[in-house]
């Protein structure tokens, strides 16, 4: 594995630590949000360096899903098209993480973590690691 492979994964594997030990607190939802797409990100990033593409400066993360040519089943891509609506830039701190609806609830956070640690495996995985 490439080394920029590696910090990617190191990358994304704090954010995945983040969102779980924020994951219980009703009040950062929004936070672990935020931490869960950047994880993702960070795996999709990951995959493409090692196939040795150039970075994509993107945080669409189904564009860079099919950039790192990762298949993803139809639940799986509906999962990732509502965490892609979490990334906001950051011009607005009262909007960090938050989905079209507002604030996510402890219910979908606990499905992102629970979707970003898969992720993160499957992408393993795929690299051979």
């Not at 910090?7 to 779980?20: C, P, R």
């Not at 993702?40 to 196939?51: G, H, P």
Request: net charge negative.
């Amino acid at each position: 594995m490439k080394q920029t492979t590696k910090e990617w994964f190191i990358a994304a594997e704090d954010d995945l630590l983040a969102a779980k030990k924020l994951g219980d607190e009703d009040r950062l939802t929004n936070v672990v949000a935020f931490h869960c797409q950047q994880c993702l990100e960070k795996c999709f990033k990951a995959a493409i360096e090692e196939q040795g593409m150039s970075a994509i400066k993107s945080h669409d993360l189904l564009r860079l899903q099919q950039n790192a040519r990762l298949q993803l089943s139809e639940p799986e891509i509906i999962l990732l098209t509502i965490i892609n609506e979490v990334y906001i830039d950051a011009r607005y701190p009262g909007d960090l993480g938050l989905l079209p609806h507002g604030k996510p609830t402890q219910a979908e956070v606990k499905t992102f973590i629970e979707f970003c640690e898969t992720l993160y495996k499957k992408v393993m995985l795929q690299i051979g690691s």
